[in-house]
């Protein structure tokens, strides 16, 4: 299927700007919808991207539409925007959340509404595409129209692995694992193996590549290898630590919190825990972790240590 009238990127945050960038070079016809008086406007015309108006009627003239906003900025987009907007316009997504959440799909009915989540961070989206490489990413689509087109136009950004979805399953998977490992134990677990080693009297050098810079390496070895792979791989202090760690780490007490945080996001408990001011908590943690050595030891080696 060939992808013939311009899609819409609605926003430019990291996600937005690495598919920009990919469907550009794969010589897709784009226009990026933004507020009029946007301060990212100039950003994006430097690159020479064509922006067009966000609650105007620039937005009748297209059908097709890639909604690469923050989730909780979904629901106010519609709000805004849908009396400019064709019905049986074509949305699609990057996360199931909003939909899990605010049921737009059901609220927005006269619009189709499709999941393509990429598996990788943005600038991931990028590299991967530039490097011909491999990215996997989770799917929905209303009906085999919608497929057809998220199949060609996954092909033109560079997902190339597609496994069938819903909403409901990848939003899910995507919140279990932020939680339980992703955005939680492994920048945490860094940092209190890090202070622990310091406390002990560890060089903040020699600490700082044990405990941070060494989960590139693993990370990346753990995901290519797969696990037997790695478990072949490693040192037998390592293999004999790992199993150690195991079992005095990841005891009854952490199924438990893992549990707990499914119940929490099956009973949509946490969809009402993210209803708070996300901007002043981010400004908390990013405080949080100024005031922590290891950031200052980042910032201190990664010109000697990090490409």
């Known amino acids: 299927m060939t992808i013939d009238s311009p899609i819409v990127i609605v926003g ?3 996600q937005a700007r690495a598919w920009a960038l990919n469907l550009r070079d794969s010589k897709i016809d784009l226009r990026i919808a933004l507020q009029p008086k946007s301060s990212t406007r100039a950003k994006v015309e430097s690159l020479g991207f064509q922006c067009i108006n966000l609650e105007s009627v620039d937005l009748q003239n297209y059908s097709s539409f890639l909604l690469l906003i923050p989730d909780d900025k979904h629901l106010p987009f519609f709000k805004k925007n849908e009396s400019y907007l064709k019905d049986g316009s074509h949305f699609i997504y990057a996360h199931g959340f909003s939909l899990s959440k605010e049921r737009l799909h059901e609220t927005y009915k006269q619009f189709s509404h499709s999941l393509l989540a990429p598996k990788a961070i943005a600038s991931d989206v990028r590299f991967q ?28 950004v560079g997902f190339t692995a597609l496994y069938k979805s819903h909403f409901e399953e990848e939003c899910m ?4 694992s932020e939680q339980s490992i992703l955005c939680s134990l492994i920048p945490y677990a860094s940092l209190k193996s890090y202070n622990i080693l310091r406390k002990n009297g560890i ?12 989960l590139k390496s693993i990370s990346q070895a753990f995901v290519t290898l797969g696990p037997q792979g790695f478990f072949n791989l490693i040192s037998p202090n390592a293999l004999i630590g790992s199993q150690k760690g195991r079992k005095i780490l990841l005891n009854d007490s952490f199924d438990q919190g893992l549990e707990q945080i499914l119940i929490d996001i099956k009973n949509k408990q946490f969809y009402k825990e993210v209803e708070i001011d996300a901007d002043l908590l981010r400004q908390n943690v990013l405080k949080e972790w100024d005031q ?9 080696l990664k010109p000697e240590l990090i490409v």
């Open 129 to 156: 595409y530039e490097t011909k490489g491999k990215i996997g990413a989770a799917y929905y689509a209303p009906n085999e129209e919608a497929e057809e087109f998220l199949k060609a136009l996954a092909q033109k």
């Open 203 to 214: 060089s903040a050098e020699v600490a700082f590549m044990e405990c941070f810079l060494e």
């Open 173 to 176: 998977a995507d919140l279990l």
């Open 292 to 300: 922590e050595e290891l950031s200052q030891t980042f910032i201190r």
């Open 12 to 14: 430019f945050g990291s």
